[in-house]
């Protein structure tokens, strides 16, 4: 499950023709932290700060978010937590500029990181929810993933067994098809990223985020 990345900088959207991102956000995010998000509004693409970890509607607080990083496609029907969004076709992109990943060498889990080779952004399929807690209205999201036992490069990641995720891209040309997209059926997208335009890296996590309790899944250190 991917549950940490760097969201695109403002001059990778810049380089992209989309449009500025008009807030502050953090250069690493892990679940509950704010992300900026991309989605089709009345007027057209827009950028909204959010929460990294879906909080539906019936939620009594932000501790579902912890949970709710990472949805599968194959089952967003069948959860409570990704039902709603997925049947009003809330669909939004997370623009990174790499994502990081569990690979597993000599049994102990070590960060690798995957991005594309051009130093282009690239874009992650999300749902989005807004709810009110206390309140407080809270937009949040979460990264949809898909099998990735026949994929080249991600079937190398997670722990050993025959169970293999992949967040799922959405190639540039189809960032508006998947924006203005109302089925709830979103199957056309659920396609492997091509191999031949990313790379993975060896990324340790740096000594002064050691104690985030979000880091401690690798061993590495």
């Not at 293999?164 to 891209?169: E, F, G, I, L």
């Not at 979103?186 to 985030?212: D, H, L, W």
Request: hydrophobic share 40%; with cysteine; glycine share 4%.
């Amino acid at each position: 499950m991917c549950a940490n990345y760097k969201p695109a900088t403002l001059q990778q959207i810049h380089d992209l023709g989309l449009p500025k991102i008009p807030f502050e956000y953090q250069e690493e995010v892990y679940p509950s932290f704010q992300t900026p998000l991309l989605f089709q509004s009345d007027t057209g693409l827009e950028w909204r700060l959010v929460n990294f970890g879906l909080i539906p509607k019936w939620a009594e607080n932000r501790d579902i978010a912890k949970h709710t990083y990472n949805a599968r496609n194959e089952t967003l029907l069948e959860k409570a937590s990704f039902r709603d969004s997925l049947l009003k076709a809330k669909l939004g992109l997370i623009a990174v500029t790499e994502f990081y990943e569990a690979k597993y060498i000599h049994g102990k889990a070590q960060r690798w990181g995957v991005r594309r080779k051009d130093g282009q952004a690239f874009f992650i399929a999300a749902l989005y929810e807004i709810t009110k807690l206390n309140e407080e209205v809270i937009r949040s999201t979460c990264m949809i993933t898909m099998d990735a036992i026949d994929h080249a490069m991600m079937k190398e990641f997670h722990e050993p067994g025959n169970i293999k995720r992949s967040v799922v891209v959405i190639p540039h040309e189809r960032i508006e098809q998947w924006l203005a997209w109302k089925n709830p059926n979103i199957m056309t997208f659920m396609q492997g990223f091509p191999v031949e335009e990313f790379e993975c890296f060896y990324c340790p996590q740096q000594r002064q985020a050691k104690n985030s309790p979000q880091l401690n899944m690798f061993d590495d250190l």
